[in-house]
């Protein structure tokens, strides 16, 4: 259900898994719950993550800090306080 933000049991399935990439198709407060149970867990942590159209609401939470070294799929974010996006 949406309402989930307990990752801890999928978080297992995925570091028994040992899978190169994890495709993520989470949105909005679902996403950034998922990737702050990530950065929490290290064998998991480690793991390359592609997440697909991650949404404006994540991305300007979760910050570019965070999101650095995973692959966004997904329309560009204007919002984001950067030097093109301030022309």
């Not at 990439?21 to 949105?27: E, K, R, S």
């Not at 998991?44 to 650095?68: D, M």
Request: aromatic residues 4%; charged residues 25%; proline residues 8%.
């Amino acid at each position: 259900p949406p309402s989930v933000k307990n990752f801890g049991p999928v978080l297992e399935q995925i570091e028994a898994a040992k899978p190169d990439v994890v495709i993520i198709t989470l949105g909005g407060e679902r996403l950034v719950a998922l990737i702050d149970a990530i950065d929490g867990k290290s064998p998991v942590e480690s793991i390359t993550k592609l997440i697909i159209h991650p949404g404006n609401y994540a991305v300007r939470t979760l910050g570019l800090e965070r999101l650095e070294g995973t692959y966004l799929v997904g329309n560009y974010v204007e919002t984001l306080k950067l030097p093109a996006n301030e022309k």
